[in-house]
């Protein structure tokens, strides 16, 4: 560990939030010399006083650790691009356009990593005047279902939440080419082209 990167980043954290030293030191029952020398490098905060810190500045320790925070770049729009990520306790189901630093239920989520659906799991997709009609023989039990279907454009991504014992049929609008993806936790994320 670096301590004057560590110390720096603490320093631009402070600052960001506007607290002095002082009461920064008074949020974690710690003295501003103690702030101060960490500040300059000098010394590092004590392992037990991370998760304070981390909460007061509102990011990972890991980060806080590593010294510096590395702000995304902004990425132009092609939504095709967005990655997927998918609690395994809860089901929480959170989408980014980037790769971003995740957790739920206490525990780092990685995304997931699509791959193209074989015959055998394809959803079936009929194109009718008005749009799209998605269906799927996937048992739909409370083991193994499709938990969200996504429809993804150039410049669109449309969500639907699903839930097991209810029946896999949805009708969307009229939509340009794109894929449509899918998430079971039997089968991943898997993606058909439409």
């Known amino acids: 560990m670096d301590n004057e990167k560590i110390g720096a980043l603490i320093l631009s954290l402070r600052k960001e939030k506007g607290l002095t030293q002082k009461q920064l ?3 974690l029952n710690i003295s501003d010399k103690t702030v101060s020398k960490w ?9 037990s006083l991370m998760p304070k ?3 007061v500045f509102g990011v990972d320790i890991e980060k806080i650790l590593e010294g510096e925070i590395k702000n995304g770049e902004f990425i132009v729009g092609n939504m095709k691009k967005t990655k997927y990520y998918v609690c395994p306790y ?12 995740v957790s739920c239920c206490g525990r780092r989520l990685e995304s ?3 791959r193209e659906a074989g015959k055998s799991e394809m959803l079936d997709i009929l194109k009718g ?14 083991d193994d279902y499709i938990s969200f279907i996504a429809i993804v454009t150039e410049d669109r991504h449309h969500l639907i939440k699903a ?4 029946n896999l049929q949805y009708h969307i609008s009229c939509f340009e080419k794109g894929i449509v993806m899918w998430y079971s936790d039997s089968k991943g994320l898997l993606y058909q082209k439409i």
Request: glycine share 8%; net charge negative.
């Open 129 to 142: 005047d008005s749009g799209y009609y998605l269906t799927s023989d996937h048992p739909m039990t409370k």
């Open 90 to 101: 809860c089901g929480n189901i959170i989408t980014s356009i980037k790769d971003i630093s």
């Open 39 to 47: 500040e300059r490098g000098q010394g590092l905060p004590d392992i």
């Open 112 to 114: 997931l990593v699509p």
């Open 53 to 55: 810190i981390s909460k």
């Open 163 to 166: 839930y097991p014992e209810w």
């Open 25 to 27: 030191a008074e949020r």
